[in-house]
């Protein structure tokens, strides 16, 4: 496997990357809510699984705007079709999980993915944290679960097995960052290598729908279809496009820590538009995350072996 730049990869964050990826989280954390709202009308793999093609045909369409060959051949099929599995399975395991463990629970241990991206972009990227960073991703995580309310009381074993699928869904998600980082994904145009995840993703969670047994007992009403126009076009067709191009820039650990925000605009989205509480907490949560992200995409001491600053194939 060719090994990706090096220059690449170190690339730090500019005030107009971290301002775009904080768009990309604000959107994803109102679109925990616009899928809550949609539930009542549509079933949440079945929900997941029309986002999935909807979004191919957005990408599509993109795709041939821009003239974007997605048919050539280019040896990236392997590694998309990888991707575009875990891509799916991530989401059955979220969805899944969800049945088991409480939403701030989940969200909590969803939001483990920067710790995956972390450590794979050390062993296959070469990517180097200090001291200093990983406690800054400490800080953040912390942050996150006091914003969601955990430790929560009485958890048994049905809640335990809610949790490991969200760490299972995070790691799924930190492993398709990677594998984008590392394989010929990441040379091949953003609208590839999401196709790729889309194609396949919106059969596997169809399936599991099927299997799960969902239906829909009435036609969707007016808001459940304009908040699945809404995933479909911004969520997936446009945000999802924007985050590929910037991870194959940026550093993958480093951007994946921004991530960190997305539970808390999630958070606010459900106090403004659901009505949800929110407590005295969540502004020290908040302080908790920014620190932890000062920390974290503070510049990595250099060092001085060469085979730590070379990419891992």
């Given at each position: 496997m060719k090994s990706p730049p090096s220059s690449s990869t170190e690339r730090p964050l500019n005030a107009s990357a971290i301002a775009l990826v904080l768009l990309l989280c604000l959107t994803?954390?109102?679109?925990?809510?616009?899928?809550?709202?949609?539930?009542?009308?549509?079933?949440?793999?079945?929900?997941?699984?029309?986002?999935?093609?909807?979004?191919?045909?957005?990408?599509?369409?993109?795709?041939?705007?821009?003239?974007?060959?997605?048919?050539?051949?280019?040896?990236?099929?392997?590694?998309?079709?990888?991707?575009?599995?875990?891509?799916?399975?991530?989401?059955?395991?979220?969805y899944c999980g969800l049945v088991w463990t409480?939403?701030?629970?989940?969200?909590?241990?969803?939001?483990?993915?920067?710790?995956?991206?972390?450590?794979g972009s050390y062993r296959f990227l070469g990517e180097r944290l200090s001291r200093l960073q990983w406690v800054g991703l400490a800080l953040s995580f912390v942050g996150v679960a006091l914003a969601m309310g955990v430790p929560q009381p009485n958890v048994d074993a049905k809640v335990l097995l809610g949790d490991l699928m969200m760490i299972g869904a995070g790691s799924l998600w930190a492993a398709t960052t990677l594998i984008i980082k590392v394989s010929r994904l990441r040379a091949v145009p953003a609208e590839k290598g999401l196709a790729y995840q889309l194609v396949v993703s919106a059969p596997v969670l169809g399936l599991a729908a099927l299997l799960g047994g969902e239906s829909m007992t009435r036609f969707p009403g007016t808001l459940a279809i304009s908040l699945m126009v809404y995933q479909v076009v911004w969520v997936?067709?446009?945000?999802?496009?924007?985050?590929?191009?910037?991870?194959?820039?940026?550093?993958?650990?480093?951007?994946?820590?921004?991530?960190?925000?997305?539970?808390?605009?999630?958070?606010?989205?459900?106090?403004?538009?659901?009505?949800?509480?929110?407590?005295?907490?969540?502004?020290?949560a908040a302080i908790l995350v920014t620190a932890g992200l000062y920390l974290v995409n503070r510049p990595a001491p250099e060092t001085t072996d060469p085979l730590l600053k070379r990419p891992k194939t």
């Open positions: 994803w954390g109102f679109n925990q809510v616009a899928v809550k709202l949609v539930l009542p009308d549509i079933p949440p793999l079945t929900q997941a699984g029309l986002r999935s093609f909807g979004g191919l045909i957005i990408i599509l369409l993109v795709a041939r705007w821009r003239r974007v060959p997605l048919l050539m051949r280019d040896g990236t099929l392997a590694a998309g079709l990888f991707a575009g599995v875990l891509f799916g399975i991530e989401f059955i395991f979220l409480t939403a701030s629970r989940a969200v909590v241990f969803l939001y483990t993915s920067p710790f995956f991206v972390a450590l997936v067709g446009a945000t999802f496009l924007l985050w590929f191009m910037m991870i194959k820039t940026y550093s993958a650990s480093k951007l994946s820590a921004f991530t960190f925000f997305t539970p808390l605009f999630g958070v606010a989205a459900g106090y403004f538009i659901l009505n949800e509480p929110l407590t005295a907490a969540f502004g020290v």
